[in-house]
């Protein structure tokens, strides 16, 4: 197998020649073995040099096939295909992730696209799609701001249906177990063919230990196998215990999100997709405010005065989202002031009230929310229940159970404490 490796674009002065001059024999063995990849730089362009490697000598479970990947995109296509590959083996459905800066900012499996979702998500042009392109649509469309420039991850072999989805999109790279010809070939010509395209082996186990270094100091633990089956949903404390099979499965997306996102995080996720994922909060309540914030502005983009925006034939499609983002929130008159619709619309849009938003979102039932630790106080769910959520999987534990379970109560929710925290740093 080809393993493609890179010069260090960096510049090491004589004295750093020196220091490291104990390791040059050993690093050549290892570039000779092929089991290291040698990048730009690291998160950022003055932190060289940078490299990833395997420390027992073996070769890399990854083969680049084309292009430079950068240290944040091997990041992410790790992480995303440890959640996609679970997302896989759980449902039984091709998965897909859209991963910026470490956490997913969508993830979803491959259930066919509704008329309006292929409208909102940009690909109605596109007639029918495979399962693994309606995943990443799915995955792409949940949060468009946020996936800007995503890594991308698949379950499945990458085929020219999800290739040519991929090729319209603002994107720095892709990981999957494999491509057709032809897939590879469309993603080879995306960014005057410097896109990042990578191959997984799917059979790599990683060691029972991981390791990694912060200010010179090793930390250790052992690799978070745990798997996220029915099992972990049957404590159901809640008066409600009616917990349907799509419901069980969108928890289980909401949680194996969840396992690779920065913590504190929150995940809603509705008919085989997240909508709405809270990550890196410091605040469980903010997790929860932040996801349902998303969520909403996934139900909202479904409105029909939203899908009739007349944007100018011109305007593409990163423009309209951030005119439909700036539309349906609260700074709705940057893109509606005389002097700043002209550049957008055909005709300037009515104001989306406040009020009449509300009525919309009184609409999105069903949703399922995921916590990746206890809710310490009953108002995470009296905001979720805002945003349609009417099944819930978190941990339990907290001095305050009683009064969340109340809460939900109060709502007629389903709750399943699963046990599990489900903390990713």
């Given at each position: 197998m080809t393993r493609y490796l890179f010069s260090q674009d960096i510049s090491i002065s004589q004295q750093e020649q020196k220091r490291q001059g104990s390791t040059t024999r050993t690093s050549r063995r290892r570039r000779n073995k092929m089991n290291e990849i040698q990048l730009k730089y690291g998160c950022n362009p003055n932190q060289k040099p940078s490299r990833v490697y395997m420390e027992n000598g073996a070769d890399l479970p990854i083969e680049v096939l084309?292009?430079?990947?950068?240290?944040?995109?091997?990041?992410?296509?790790?992480?995303?295909?440890?959640?996609?590959?679970?997302l896989k083996?759980?449902?039984?459905?091709?998965?897909?992730?859209?991963?910026?800066?470490?956490?997913?900012?969508?993830?979803?499996?491959?259930?066919?696209?509704?008329d309006i979702e292929k409208k909102i998500y940009w690909v109605e042009d596109l007639g029918e799609l495979s399962p693994l392109a309606n995943a990443y649509a799915?995955?792409?469309?949940?949060?468009?701001?946020?996936?800007?420039?995503?890594?991308?991850s698949l379950s499945d072999e990458c085929d020219a249906?999800?290739?040519?989805?991929?090729?319209?999109?603002?994107?720095?790279?892709?990981?999957?177990?494999?491509?057709?010809?032809?897939?590879?070939?469309?993603?080879?010509?995306?960014?005057?063919?410097?896109?990042?395209?990578?191959?997984?082996?799917?059979?790599?186990?990683?060691?029972?230990?991981?390791?990694?270094?912060?200010?010179?100091?090793?930390?250790?633990?052992?690799?978070?196998?745990?798997?996220?089956?029915?099992?972990?949903?049957?404590?159901?404390?809640?008066?409600?215990?009616?917990?349907?099979?799509?419901?069980?499965?969108?928890?289980?997306?909401?949680?194996?999100?969840?396992?690779?996102?920065?913590?504190?995080?929150?995940?809603?996720?509705?008919?085989g997709a997240a909508i709405g994922i809270g990550a890196g909060q410091?605040?469980?309540?903010?997790?929860?405010?932040?996801?349902?914030?998303?969520?909403d502005n996934w139900f909202l983009r479904q409105a029909p005065q939203v899908l009739n925006l007349p944007f100018l034939d011109s305007i593409k499609r990163p423009d309209r989202d951030n005119a439909i983002d700036l539309y349906i929130g609260e700074d709705y008159m940057d893109v509606l002031a005389d002097g700043k619709w002209q550049n957008i619309f055909k005709e300037q849009p009515p104001v989306f009230t406040a009020e009449e938003k509300r009525a919309w979102l009184n609409k999105n039932t069903d949703v399922a929310l995921g916590s990746d630790a206890f809710f310490p106080f009953g108002d995470n769910i009296e905001r979720a229940f805002r945003s349609g959520v009417k099944y819930v999987a978190q941990p339990g534990g907290s001095v305050r159970d009683d009064n969340v379970i109340e809460a939900a109560n109060s709502h007629d929710m389903v709750m399943a404490f699963t046990g599990l925290r489900l903390f990713h740093h």
């Open positions: 084309n292009g430079r990947p950068g240290y944040i995109n091997l990041l992410d296509a790790l992480n995303g295909w440890q959640l996609v590959s679970e083996k759980a449902t039984g459905l091709p998965a897909a992730t859209s991963f910026k800066h470490v956490s997913p900012a969508g993830a979803a499996v491959g259930t066919p696209l509704t799915r995955a792409r469309g949940a949060d468009r701001m946020s996936s800007f420039g995503d890594f991308i249906d999800t290739a040519r989805l991929v090729k319209r999109e603002v994107s720095d790279g892709i990981i999957a177990p494999g491509y057709t010809d032809e897939a590879l070939e469309i993603l080879k010509a995306k960014k005057g063919g410097n896109y990042a395209v990578i191959k997984v082996d799917p059979s790599y186990v990683p060691e029972d230990i991981e390791k990694k270094q912060v200010f010179g100091i090793t930390f250790e633990q052992g690799h978070n196998f745990i798997e996220i089956d029915n099992k972990m949903f049957e404590n159901i404390v809640t008066d409600n215990k009616d917990l349907p099979e799509a419901a069980l499965i969108d928890l289980k997306i909401a949680l194996i999100t969840l396992k690779y996102t920065q913590s504190n995080s929150v995940c809603y996720v509705k008919g410091q605040s469980r309540i903010h997790c929860t405010r932040l996801a349902g914030n998303k969520a």
